[in-house]
């Protein structure tokens, strides 16, 4: 279940990225057995040997990964990290304004994995 009102405090933003980026798919069973690992790319919490990977795709040419999404028990949804300066590596995408989380994008998420909105108190 989701607060209603954490809803209102989110935003949402897409960015574009002007130059077409080189990704390491570690979806792709290929990928994964020339780097080594398995699923734990994608539901690791610890920092260390995910950056250690980061690096060994940096040190290979590639400007990110793409990877499951750990909160989508279905395996389905996809993740996007790009290798850059933080917070938004302002020179390399070009950002929409921030817009909130409208009534539409909030159902389909709550359809797609089960969840419930609920009403901001009176």
Same mark, same amino acid.
Not at 65 to 70: E, L, N
């Given at each position: 279940m989701i607060p209603n009102q954490l809803l209102r405090r989110k935003r949402i933003s897409r960015a574009t990225a002007p130059d077409k980026l080189h #990704?390491? %798919?570690?979806t792709d069973s290929h990928v994964v057995g020339q780097f080594g690992f398995g699923q734990e790319?994608?539901? %690791? #919490?610890?920092?260390?040997p995910t950056q250690r990977w980061a690096k060994a795709f940096y040190a290979n040419g590639f400007d990110g &990964? /793409?990877?499951?999404?750990?909160h989508?028990?279905?395996g389905m949804s996809r993740s996007l990290a790009v290798f850059g300066r933080s917070p938004s590596d302002l020179d390399r995408?070009? /950002?929409?304004?921030? #817009? #909130? &989380?409208?009534?539409? &994008?909030?159902?389909?998420v709550a359809e797609t994995f089960g969840l419930e909105v609920l009403p901001t108190p009176s």
């Open positions: #990704l390491a %798919n570690v790319m994608s539901a %690791n #919490l610890e920092y260390e &990964i /793409w990877y499951s999404a750990r989508d028990p279905t995408f070009s /950002w929409e304004p921030p #817009l #909130l &989380i409208d009534e539409a &994008i909030a159902h389909e």
